[in-house]
């Protein structure tokens, strides 16, 4: 299929209640590229790949990253792969964004960023995008790894002009593992890249901003006779909600 051939995405935005929600906006990345939409009275969207670039191009079975939020600081992303047909119907419910949910909101977007990133899926397997160190890790086997954390959250109370807010701080430590160093590196690279250049991806009213906090080079040595060398970039980013 070619990226000029129509391609739509619709649907309904509602509430965490159910309810329709009018003036939301609906976003689709692909590629590094964002479209978006503004719901209507009746909480409907429309998104038409085909006005993408001229240059990207996509194919059903793609993968597509779908954020959606409100000016009420209500948030959600979906992850939309096997998309068959040429066309895609997609309704959306959207969860408060409290303290309570941040860990999940927060992990869940970088794993959405990761899986739906073209270059980092060239080093990567998704099934390889996890939340733990796996035991064949630790053997010495299916290598490269990426690792999302579960995050800290730590929360101040700031005066923002004549009003006092609360300003949620969430770290979340990304570990890429491999075998060779070349190509830890590269891998490091593009989840660096995927994670700054969708950094308006976690953005929505004044929801989130992230930024790369430091970042560290390692090796050692697995397995039950420590005889696998293996390479491990650690990489710490803070997001921040203000609420």
Known sequence: ?????????????YDYR?????GGTVKVTYGGYDLSSTTNSSGDYAIELANLPASMDYANGASFLVTAYNSNQFYSTIRTVSVSDGFLQLDIQLLPVNKSNMHTLVQKTIWNILNTDATVKFWIPAVNIIDQIPAKLLQGQGFPYIIVHSPTIAEEALTLGP???????????VEIYDRKQCNLRSLADAVRNAISTNQNTTKGAT????RLM???????YVGEEDTYPVWN????????WFG
């Open 214 to 220: 430091n970042e560290s080079l390692g090796h050692s």
């Open 163 to 173: 009003t006092r807010k609360t300003q949620i701080k969430i770290n979340i430590v």
């Open 233 to 240: 970039m650690r990489q710490t980013y803070e997001f921040r």
């Open 207 to 210: 929801i989130f901003w992230s």
């Open 1 to 13: 299929m070619s990226g000029r051939t129509p391609f739509p995405i619709s649907g309904k935005l």
């Open 18 to 22: 159910g309810a329709i929600v009018s």
